[in-house]
């Protein structure tokens, strides 16, 4: 057992998503055909790669862009043209008072997190132990780990049935305080992992709570607008002074570019520039350098609204239909999916634990996540923790039409054979 330091103990921690990680590369690399209907990948749209495609071919042809672009460090603020197109094209369309002093690149908009939350949560003039306040759980599994110290706190939600089967989570603004303990608001909108998107008016209510207590509020906007768009109904986005506004370039189809964007006032902006020098030298170029003309001329944009939302909520529409088939009988529930890419399915009265269901159906060659690791901060028992799953519907058509229908018989057979 290695001697390692209370901080080196915290952020190395075997953490149930990285066994659960670990657990899904296993049995991805078991020869076995899996159907991978867990994890957080986006889909491979051959249209929006083709513009990937052309975009690195431009700079591999023009005379010395791509020798700049992998030959020196960029700024740790990040690539300057990415986040000058990226200012020009917020303000212009939401008219946001955005400019380049407004804009950090990172890492992924995880390393953002990790910088943000362990800045606005913790110990505090060697005191208070401030805490981060997710106002509506289910949340982001990957907020779970992020924060040094146990700085989370989560709110139960209520829960309107919009029709049988089809369900939505709401913010429960009876249930949020805001103490001295409160170092900030974090939401992802669209959620992952159940597709909801806030209304305008919850948003708003957060926003006025966050000025009234003087801390920030951070919206995950990693799937929302303007980019990559993964939104299905009309959604204002919300930006000011004290609200922090986290985007990325993964889920538009450059995951592996690791690029996040941090929108925010300037000294936040500096801070996280100053971590960015410290952990990383400068944030990595190559994500910026591909997508920098698509930004400035907009098409970004219009990718996002033609190609990617349409393809995705196909999918969201097609796999519920085919749930809803598949369950027939079932006490079942589905988040409407409002945006993301995931169904969040609630197994009321399931006589087997989320976990247990994940295993049975591993075995059976599907992978999804159990719903009871979405839960950050939400320390309450609530037996709703392990009634749900979470399936990813963004692969191709096949993989996830034979995923849905294990998983549809293996919850028939749970609740027949209780
Ligand atoms: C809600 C949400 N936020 C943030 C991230 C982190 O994405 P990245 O670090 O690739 O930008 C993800 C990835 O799955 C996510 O689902």
């Known amino acids: 057992m290695l001697n ?118 913790g110990t505090f003039e060697g005191r208070t132990n401030k805490k981060i306040l997710f106002p509506l759980a289910p949340e982001y599994i990957g907020y779970c780990d992020v924060g040094l110290e146990d700085g989370f706190v989560a709110s139960k939600p209520e829960i309107e049935h919009i029709s049988e089967h089809i369900f939505k989570y709401h913010i429960d603004f009876d249930r949020i305080n805001i103490t001295d303990e409160i170092g900030a608001i974090c939401v992802s909108r669209p959620t992952n992992p159940t597709g909801n998107v806030l209304t305008d008016s919850e948003i708003e209510k957060l926003s006025e709570l966050a000025l009234a207590n003087d801390i920030p509020l951070i919206v995950d906007n990693a799937y929302g607008t303007p980019f990559p768009n993964i939104i299905f109904t009309e959604a204002k986005p919300l930006w000011n002074e004290h609200t922090i506004v986290c985007m990325s370039l993964s889920k538009l189809g450059l995951p592996a570019a690791r690029t996040g964007i941090v929108i925010a006032g300037e000294e936040i902006i500096d801070m996280v520039s100053r971590v960015n020098a410290n952990m990383n030298l400068a944030p990595g170029s190559l994500g910026a350098a591909i ?92 037996k709703h923790k392990n009634e749900c799953i979470r399936i990813n519907y963004a692969q191709d058509k096949e993989i996830v039409s034979a995923g849905l229908k294990i998983i549809a018989d293996e919850v028939k057979i749970a609740y027949v054979s209780a």
Request: aromatic share 10%.
């Open 291 to 382: 997508a920098t003309n698509l930004v400035r001329s907009g098409e970004i944009i219009h990718l996002s609204r033609e190609v990617i939302r349409p393809f995705y909520e196909k999918k969201a529409g097609d796999a519920v239909q085919q749930l809803c088939d598949g369950l027939d009988g079932i006490d079942f529930h589905i988040h409407k999916p409002e945006g993301a890419f995931f169904l969040w399915l609630w197994l009321r009265g399931l006589p087997i634990t989320d976990h247990e269901l994940y295993e049975r159906l591993k075995k059976r060659g599907v992978l999804i996540v159990p719903g009871h690791y979405f839960f950050p901060g939400l320390k309450a028992e609530w």
């Open 4 to 121: 390692v330091s209370e901080f080196g103990k915290k952020i190395a921690e075997a953490s149930g998503i990285s066994r659960l990680m670990e657990d899904l590369g296993h049995a991805l690399s078991s020869g076995r055909d899996m159907l991978m209907l867990g994890g957080g990948n986006p889909a491979h749209i051959p249209r929006v790669q083709e513009r990937f495609r052309e975009s690195m071919q431009k700079l591999l042809e023009s005379g010395g862009e791509f020798e700049r672009a992998i030959g020196n460090y960029d700024p740790p603020q990040g690539n300057k043209e990415f986040i000058e197109a990226v200012a020009r094209l917020l303000a212009d369309e939401f008219d946001w008072e955005i400019e380049p002093k407004n804009i950090a690149l990172t890492n992924g908009s995880q390393s953002a997190f990790f910088i943000l939350f362990n800045m606005f949560a």
